[in-house]
């Protein structure tokens, strides 16, 4: 089955820095990588995804990067602000209702 | 507003206790998921269904019994609550994009 290795588990940027997140997976099959942003007491929510047919994409201040060949993704914040403090998952699964295999989560700081 | 929404927020229980969590999803979606997070914050897959048939059960122990009376409600059924058990646990549904609800807190004592 998939694995998603996901890192740093930990990430403290200062406010106004970049903040970039990798992610690897394992199943070839996999085309489909959300990215969720898990804020204290809330449930994760899409920030972010991207499908195998494209190699970026972008909105606003984030980003996000995928290599099908190498088989990892990355997730990048412009532009810092403290309301970015949160948890960040990756996950991956093929399209369609697969449920998706998540990364173990990226708890990102953002000093004021 | 559409959501997955699930009920309680909050659940305090002793050991051996059987206790059921109830989700709902209003966006139409086909699947709906359970899924725990630990205290590590590691989210993880518990069942999947799809149109009220059960797609996934992953490694869970039968203690654990998902319920869906239709294609908008996932319930979840835990008998003889054991310490463990202490997690947080998300619903959540999708048809192409997987929406998590807000989550249910669970301490076993």
């Known amino acids: 089955g998939e694995n998603v290795e996901q890192h740093p588990s930990t990430l403290s940027v200062q406010e106004g820095d970049s903040a970039v997140i990798k992610c690897t997976y394992s199943?070839?099959?996999?085309?489909?990588f959300p990215w969720y942003k898990q804020e204290l007491g809330k449930g994760p929510q899409l920030i972010i995804d991207?499908?195998?047919?494209?190699g970026e994409k972008k909105d606003q201040r984030i980003a996000v990067t995928l290599n099908k060949t190498a088989k990892h993704f990355s997730l990048h914040i412009t532009e810092t602000q403290p309301e970015d403090s949160a948890v960040y998952f990756c996950?991956?699964?093929?399209?369609?209702?697969?449920?998706?295999?998540f990364g173990k989560g990226t708890r990102l700081s953002v000093i004021a | 507003d559409t959501a997955v929404s699930q009920t309680p927020k909050y659940l305090v229980t002793q050991m051996g206790n059987d206790k059921s969590i109830k989700c709902e999803q209003n966006?139409?979606?086909?699947?709906m998921y359970w899924y725990k997070q630990d205290s590590k914050k590691f989210l993880k897959i518990m069942f999947s269904?799809?149109?009220?048939?059960?797609?996934i059960n992953e490694t869970v122990p039968n203690r654990f019994s998902p319920k869906s009376p239709d294609k908008a409600h996932l319930n979840l059924h835990i008998n003889s609550l054991e310490l463990g058990d202490s997690a947080v646990y998300f619903c959540?549904?999708?048809?192409?994009?997987?929406?998590f609800g807000p989550g249910t807190r669970l301490l076993v004592l």
């Open positions: 966006l139409g979606h086909d699947t």
């Open positions: 991207i499908r195998s047919n494209v």
């Open positions: 959540a549904s999708s048809q192409e994009v997987i929406s």
């Open positions: 269904y799809n149109n009220k048939e059960l797609i």
């Open positions: 199943d070839s099959a996999s085309n489909y």
């Open positions: 996950a991956a699964g093929a399209s369609g209702n697969t449920p998706l295999v």
